[in-house]
């Protein structure tokens, strides 16, 4: 075990995972967490496959075990689940709760050897559904293009056919991005979300051989508001990536 840690990075800091996660299994990196959630009391949820719960606290954190309020809708059903919180840079941050007991106020969870985060980086690019689209003028013309990805500062667009695509360090013009959603918090309208942005620059242009389309990458710079819009919108899909894996506990 002595070995397995002076040979994995992760036992002295964050390392990158996948899916946009860093984690580390540092002792000393969650014992301070743990004890920041206490001290401040900062909101954590519990979630598995059906549930979430509603903000609750960590009442209780040492080097055996973990002591949450337990939820009133708690529903007993699981030993093993996800505590998801925010971390003091507002980052998404879970680790995995395994149930040691619980009492009449308390579950109490066996010290987590593990703990994640979702990075959201200056251009962290958040993937979107299907039949997201990007309106916008190049060279007079009205063209539409798939959209793959969107960050706060850019977007990656697709396309079968390479005839008539937006040549690399040309600008594109009047762009609305049209992505499906039913989330009226965000400024969805009839199950449809916009954004629109001034213009943007075509910075990269590939054939991925994977998907046989061509790719534009769009570097772009929104007004205020749109910027926020869309931020809002990252974070949402954040929290549904962290979601993501949940129906398999």
């Known amino acids: 075990m002595i070995s397995d840690k002076k040979n994995d990075p992760a036992f002295f800091g964050w390392v990158a995972h996948q899916a946009g996660y860093d984690y580390t299994k540092s002792g000393q990196i969650i014992s301070n ?13 519990v979630l598995h496959k059906g549930y979430q719960s509603g ?15 337990k939820p009133k809708d708690w529903p007993a059903t699981h030993t093993s689940f996800r505590v998801v919180f925010r971390n003091a840079a507002k ?19 066996k010290l987590p050897e593990e703990l994640f985060i979702l990075q959201r980086r200056q251009h962290y ?10 309106t916008f003028l190049y060279n007079q013309k009205k063209c539409k293009l ?32 049209t992505i499906p959603s039913d989330d009226a918090a965000a400024g969805a309208e009839n199950e449809i979300l916009r954004f629109k942005i001034k213009e943007g620059e075509i910075v990269r242009a590939f054939a991925d051989s994977r998907s ?24 949402q899909r954040e929290l549904a990536q962290l979601r993501k894996g949940i129906q398999e506990q």
Not at 91 to 109: D, Q
Not at 125 to 134: D, M, V
Not at 150 to 176: E, F, V, Y
């Open 125 to 134: 690019r958040i993937n979107l559904p299907e039949g997201s689209t990007a």
């Open 212 to 235: 046989r389309r061509f790719c534009l990458g769009v570097c772009f710079s929104p007004g205020r508001t749109e910027e926020e819009r869309i931020m809002k919108y990252i974070r």
């Open 33 to 45: 967490t743990l004890n920041w959630l206490q001290e401040k009391r900062i909101f954590v949820s």
């Open 146 to 177: 798939n959209m793959q990805d969107l960050s706060a500062g850019g977007m990656l667009l697709c396309s079968k056919n390479p005839k008539d695509l937006p040549q690399l360090h040309h600008t594109i013009r009047n762009i609305i991005i």
């Open 55 to 69: 903000g609750t606290i960590i009442v209780e954190a040492n080097h055996q075990k973990v002591v949450v309020d």
């Open 91 to 109: 980052l998404w941050s879970h680790f995995t709760g395994e149930l040691l007991s619980s009492s009449a106020n308390s579950l109490i969870l």
